[in-house]
């Protein structure tokens, strides 16, 4: 009985301080983790790469997947670039069983792991922001330690009453033949899935694996079988999760089952051969180093095999699972609110496309010459910027462990939201007409104004294009591009000049038009037409212009630029 409670309680201890590292170093790597994985993924290769090096820095699989699934979602990157990062997820999280191997079965740790629990668990209550979720990784990483000291406790007493041949035989054991090895090594594969499926995590249960090898309860062979299937098994939660989740996280979902189930087979067709090669380095290598290495080794594998059929594989999955979700639903997944970043992100790109929209509608209805009583477009453009509101109203603030330019980049939003608003709002305000010809009273101010909204319409367009034509992979310094190109900028500069005259301009034109009602040029009822007509066209201009600086990041409530990172 005693040892069956070591063995749930080093579990539990490893489960617990896992959840806590985990935690703790994902709130001090903060938007670091976006910003690594936006830029890394512009070839598979590489984002493979970097997924296998974030996993393993921050400890979790599932915090690489649910940011991919959202920089996906928000167009960021597209969906193909994206599984490198899920493959190289799946290569980072076996660093811990390396963890397990070399350090956590050989050494007992228990004298020195408990002065670290207090001294990390004294730096998170007493300290803030990176020093708080430093002292909670430390914990962790210390409890993760103390838990292996009692589950490697609880595999020596299992180990006096369970011995190798309790367990079923598999290829590659002395007196295993080919059908009772083959149906042993199947049997221990589901063993292993299962474990994983009840723990909800691959590394504790190839941690009790690697524990009991080295306690001598299985064999290498048995242990690589069941490491087999626990790399299945975590597939399990993945699945899970992506229940009623959007089109783009079931899809990365299957694919990340496709790829255990792949890796799976490719494992189980050469284990016979693995297992002898393992075997015959067994003098001269420990075993728990060899299933460490085999851990990844058959991940290693399997991505070598997937990637450069990256294009194919994408292919297979949108066929497997098509959508009908549209490109507003899929652009603002409820399940990219997890990344507030990247949801910042989402919703910026949607204002930018709405505003590219709007005004190239504005632009091509004030050069007509027909009347106009109202903007094609508008009530959609009305539409899709109240689903970026509640979107956004749905989103929680940023951790204290977000950088300052993350905080800057959410207000940057809102206030392009507010002026795409209002700017929709005019439009709809009243009739829209075009300007009167001659010889009606002052029609070359009403002409002059009109030309000046129209070149504020077409410069908020370009800048609505360049931001909704941005990509992370652009080489920007910041990983969802609000750096500023010089014709971005130069455009913006252009966009202030002409909402600043086409203001003087509607001075003028109000003394001008009233002067005109006294000597009967024109009626006062048309007077004010006009004058309102202006005031519209000014108004219209001014939210462009504003909307268009806050969506690059160029119009800070004090002046400045975006704060460094």
């Not at 590394?203 to 090898?213: D, E, G, H, P, Y």
């Not at 189980?268 to 067994?282: A, G, H, K, N």
């Not at 002026?419 to 010889?439: C, I, K, M, Q, S």
Request: glycine letters at 10%; proline letters at 4%.
């Amino acid at each position: 009985m005693s040892t069956v409670i070591a063995i749930l309680g080093g579990v539990g201890l490893f489960l617990l301080g896992m959840t806590v590292m985990t935690d703790g170093l994902k709130a001090l790597a903060g938007s670091a983790l976006r910003t690594v994985l936006g830029k890394a993924a512009a070839t598979p290769w590489s984002g493979a790469f970097w997924g296998a090096m974030v996993t393993l820095l921050v400890q979790s699989s599932s915090a690489v997947t649910m940011t991919t699934i959202g920089l996906v979602s928000a167009g960021i990157l597209p969906f193909s670039k994206g599984l490198g990062l899920v493959f190289g997820a799946n290569v980072g999280t076996t660093g811990t069983a390396w963890l397990i191997a070399l350090v956590g079965v050989r050494v007992s740790l228990s004298a020195y792991a408990l002065p670290m629990i207090f001294i990390g668990a004294l730096a998170k209550l007493l300290g803030k922001g990176r020093v708080s979720a430093a002292g909670g990784a430390f914990a962790g990483f210390a409890l993760v330690l103390y838990g292996l000291t009692t589950l490697q406790q609880g595999m020596g007493g299992l180990a006096q009453s369970l011995n190798p041949t309790d367990l079923p035989a598999v290829l590659g054991m002395p007196g295993a033949g080919w059908m009772s090895g083959t149906g042993g090594l199947l049997m221990l594969i589901i063993v292993g899935l299962a474990m994983t499926a009840v723990m909800q995590s691959s590394t504790a249960s190839t941690a009790v694996t690697i524990a009991s090898f080295h306690a001598g309860a299985i064999s290498l062979e048995q242990g690589a079988a069941l490491i087999i299937g626990q790399n299945i098994g975590t597939a399990t939660s993945s699945a899970m999760a992506a229940i009623g989740a959007s089109v783009t996280a079931k899809r990365l979902a299957l694919a990340y089952v496709l790829f255990k189930v792949i890796a799976a087979l490719i494992a189980i067709f050469s284990f016979p051969f693995v297992t002898s090669w393992m075997t015959r380095l067994l003098p001269s290598i420990d075993g728990t180093t060899l299933l460490a290495g085999y851990h990844t080794a058959f991940n290693v594998v399997g991505v070598a095999v997937l990637l450069p059929a990256t294009q194919w594989f994408t292919r297979v999955v949108e066929r497997i699972m098509p959508t009908r979700e549209t490109a507003l639903e899929r652009a603002l997944d409820r399940s990219v609110l997890a990344n507030p970043v990247v949801a910042v992100e989402a919703a910026r790109r949607v204002v930018a496309d709405v505003l590219k929209t709007i005004s190239a509608a504005v632009a091509a209805a004030l050069s007509t010459n027909t009347d106009h009583r109202g903007v094609p477009g508008a009530a959609a453009a009305a539409a899709t910027l109240g689903e970026v509101r509640d979107f956004l109203s749905e989103l929680h603030a940023p951790a204290a462990s977000e950088t300052d330019a993350d905080r800057y980049h959410l207000t940057s939003t809102l206030h392009a939201l507010d002026h795409a608003t209002r700017l929709v709002e005019n439009l709809a305000a009243g009739r829209f007409d075009p300007p009167p010809g001659p010889p009606e009273g002052n029609s070359p101010l009403d002409i002059h104004a009109t030309a000046l909204c129209v070149k504020a319409m077409q410069g908020a367009q370009e800048v609505g294009a360049a931001v909704t034509a941005q990509s992370a992979l652009s080489g920007h310094t910041d990983p969802v591009g609000w750096s500023v190109s010089p014709e971005v900028a130069s455009e913006l500069d252009e966009m202030a000049s002409t909402a600043l005259e086409l203001d003087a301009v509607g001075r003028d034109h109000r003394a001008a038009t009233l002067a005109a009602v006294a000597p009967g040029t024109i009626s006062a009822a048309e007077a004010l037409r006009r004058i309102d007509n202006v005031k519209r066209l000014t108004r219209i201009a001014h939210h462009a212009w504003r909307s268009s600086a806050h969506l690059v990041g160029r119009a800070a409530l004090d002046g400045g630029a975006i704060p460094a990172e």
